[in-house]
């Protein structure tokens, strides 16, 4: 059973950063195509970044230049780096995993940006 563990969020004041990661278990996360969404109170949930099993890596126009996606198949692992945070940032941030037809996410950790 593959499992997603986030952690990292946190309250945070506009303009300053913060690293989320994802803790992959159960199965070799460099198999995977892996993404972070958010889901901002009212709002549907939305595709922030995500990153290939080869590493590419694909951003939502709002998040380009601030946000970055990266991977450690080393340590089974996916991060966000996430920089000059707005408030329009804050939401609920999940890991999610895709991989031939099965799809698995994480419970979600919360970022607070207060401006």
């Known amino acids: 059973q593959v499992q997603l563990v986030e952690s990292g969020g946190d309250l945070v004041q506009a303009g300053g950063s913060l690293r989320l990661s994802c803790a992959v278990s159960?199965?070799?996360?460099?198999?995977?195509?892996m993404a972070w969404y958010r889901q901002a109170p009212g709002k549907q949930r939305e595709l922030v970044t995500s990153?290939?099993?080869?590493?590419?890596?694909n951003s939502a126009d709002s998040v380009k230049g601030r946000f970055t996606i990266s991977r450690d198949n080393a340590k089974n692992s996916v991060y966000l780096q996430m920089n000059n945070l707005k408030a329009e940032d804050t939401a609920v941030y999940y890991c999610?995993?895709?991989?031939?037809?099965?799809?698995?996410w994480g419970r979600g950790t919360l970022v607070t940006v207060s401006s």
């Open positions: 990153i290939t099993s080869s590493g590419t890596t």
């Open positions: 159960g199965s070799s996360a460099s198999l995977y195509h």
């Open positions: 999610n995993a895709d991989y031939m037809g099965n799809s698995y």
